[in-house]
């Protein structure tokens, strides 16, 4: 209680506070540009924010995260251009209502189901994320490399077009990871001879190549057509009839959002989806949907907010990233110094509290913004591309070489964004790459340290430890299921076919 | 526009390549220093990688085993504005090394503002200058930052 009072009255520092509501504008306005959602953003603020004390770092990304989430939702409903991946399921509805004029109602709607679904999960983070830690305070390198695990076989089911492609990605995140000297035999992997690799390959030059660079390259190749701005008088807060006819389908999306978000891997943009069909079922206007219904507008902001603070649960509590975006806040504390985890939560609460503390307020300041000011963010997706995207370019370039200051970084950030845009190109999701970045030293450490402890052999080992052993049981039925359920469909057609 | 699949569709092809660098991983974990069994602790500086590298080659086998599609999309073509923003960001290194980070990033902005369809010289200008000052206010003024000067600023300012 302390430390979580501890951690609310860091508010009260003016730069801390400043911050927040830097990150939250900030992310409302990024959030708003179609193509630079969260992910880029921070990508991109990365080395701005290692000058910065954690706490100050932490609580500017947090609000940026939050705020990114909600900006998306703006232009998803006034220009069918959903800013940020997250808001695509907004537009389906929310568009169909703001071109019945009611606009204003929409993105009412939308404000107050993202600020309910962001607190519901930051209340949940609060809970649930120290019990999480103190459960996982006892894990050892094996319950570690079976997380780890765990969380890179969820990759499969990130994005992309294939859960084949992404496991391949992820696959390749491990390998990128173990470049540079080798911690426990001082072995150098994979540097050809450059002395800027023998730390092993940096964070922020791959996730700005890879989402920031990736992306200018990608519209270089599209037609630009300005969306139309539809007509926006006032933001209408919902009244009573509207909130009670949204109100089912608010706490479906923040509890589905936040479960979600909660699994490694998977984010805002899958937590939207399954909100709006699950929104949709269970509706008792299923004929409005597809007309503007005010419904699938709410499940999935909800959702999409909700998967925020779900997602930091399993980054702050155990150190395994939630989401992509989460995998860069990992990195940035990484970078840091800090090492996110069960004993992040003794050895500093004020720091993770203070996290809590931001991520609320940045939820209710996007409802201010979003009731009094969406108008004026809307014009943001307004901005034209051949002005945009040479900005984001340059601002990648000086974020690649402002932390080392080295034209290695920046040459390397150049090549992950050629990757990146291969990638897309060719079905594989960035984000997979990434948590196997991320995860790939986590992996290899827990698994030496595990093969240390094994005594009797690695099969007997962990075979002595429950926790790993459910964990790579769920991997391995994780992984299987498709197949399991293919062979499955194929012995009933044969079945079928015989019996006729 | 889409076509029959040939033998080598496209995800076949894909996992050719993926196979490919992951025997050119593999094989770069033979060129490590030898270690002493002593330091080994529980697993070398090698066999991490090796595993790794196998699970890419498995994974690259599972990708090109994949039962081909009747018909295959064939993948738009980079158009022209798109290599010639590969192009300009190669240019902004060479102009980089002539004459500094920020000119180079003025130069950038303003070329390939032009090539996205930008007409308007003067917001051009406008809006280079701005995001160039802003970022030499932030980086060089306020974080100390020393960006590269080029050929140029050596000549100038040593």
Known sequence: ?500 | MSRPAPFLWRDRRVALVVAGLALAFLAGTFSFEAVPLALMEGLGASEFPRLVGAVILLLAVMLALRPAPAEEEELPAVNGCGWATFAACLGFLAAMAVVGMLPAMFLFMVGVGWLWGERRVGVLLLSAGGVVLCLWLLFVRVFGLGLPGGMLGEMLFN
């Not at chain 1, 969260?38 to 004390?53: D, E, M, N, R, V």
């Not at chain 1, 110094?337 to 939560?345: A, D, K, M, S, W």
């Not at chain 1, 402002?402 to 390397?412: H, I, T």
Request: charged share 10%.
């Open chain 1, 1 to 500: 209680m302390e430390a979580f009072l501890g951690g609310m009255m860091v508010l009260a520092d003016p730069f801390i506070l400043g911050m927040t509501v830097a990150g939250t504008l900030l992310g409302v306005f990024v959030g708003a540009l179609p193509g630079i959602g969260g992910s880029t953003t921070l990508a991109l603020l990365l080395p701005l924010t290692i000058g910065i004390s954690p706490v100050a770092s932490l609580a500017f990304m947090g609000a940026v995260y939050c705020g990114a989430n909600f900006g998306g939702s703006i232009t998803a409903i006034l220009v069918n251009t959903p800013g940020d991946p997250s808001a695509s399921a907004t537009a389906l509805e929310g568009y169909k209502m703001a071109e019945k004029g009611e606009a204003g109602l929409a993105l009412g709607i939308s404000a107050v189901a993202s600020a309910i679904g962001g607190i519901f999960s930051v209340i949940v983070m609060i809970v649930a994320a120290p019990l999480l830690a103190r459960a996982a305070y006892n894990f050892g390198p094996p319950e570690y490399f079976a997380l780890a695990l765990f969380g890179l076989s969820m990759c499969a089911a990130v994005g992309g077009d294939s859960p084949l492609k992404n496991l391949i990605a992820a696959a390749f995140g491990v390998a990128l990871a173990t470049v540079g000297i080798d911690l426990t035999t001082g072995v150098e992997r994979f540097t050809f001879g450059f002395y800027d690799l023998t730390d092993g390959i940096g964070f922020v030059p791959v996730l700005i190549g890879l989402f920031a660079l990736a992306e200018m390259f990608d519209q270089a190749s599209r037609q630009h057509t300005l969306g139309k701005l539809l007509k926006l008088d006032t933001v209408r807060i919902p009244g009573m009839a509207e909130f009670r006819k949204c109100a089912r389908s608010i706490w479906l999306g923040s509890g589905l959002g936040t479960f979600i978000g909660a699994l490694p891997a998977l984010g805002a943009t899958t937590a939207a989806l399954v909100a709006y069909n699950e929104t949709r079922r269970w509706s008792k206007h299923k004929h409005e949907f597809g007309q503007g219904s005010i419904e699938g507008v709410a499940g999935p902001e909800a959702a999409n907010n909700s998967a925020v603070g779900g997602a930091m649960v399993p980054t702050l509590a155990l150190g395994i990233p939630g989401s992509s975006t989460t995998a860069i806040m990992l990195a940035a504390l990484v970078v840091q110094g800090v090492r996110p985890g069960p004993h992040l939560f003794n050895e500093q609460p004020t720091l993770l509290y203070a996290v809590f503390a931001s991520m609320l307020a940045a939820n209710l300041i996007y409802l201010v913004l979003g009731l009094y000011s969406a108008k004026l963010f809307a014009r943001i997706s307004m901005v034209p591309p051949a002005l945009l995207w040479p900005t984001v370019f340059v601002l990648s370039v000086i974020g690649a070489y402002g932390p080392n200051q080295s034209m290695g970084e920046v040459y390397l950030m150049l090549f992950f964004g050629v990757v990146g845009l291969l990638f897309r190109r060719h079905g594989f999701s960035p984000a997979p790459l990434v948590m196997g970045l991320v995860l790939g030293s986590l992996l290899e450490e827990s698994l030496k340290q595990s093969l240390l402890i094994f005594q009797d052999g690695w099969v007997l080992g962990f075979l002595g430890r429950p926790i790993a052993l459910l964990l790579i049981g769920i991997t391995v039925a994780g992984l299987a299921a498709p197949w399991i359920m293919r062979l499955q469909a194929r012995l009933r057609g044969a079945t079928e076919k015989r019996a006729a």
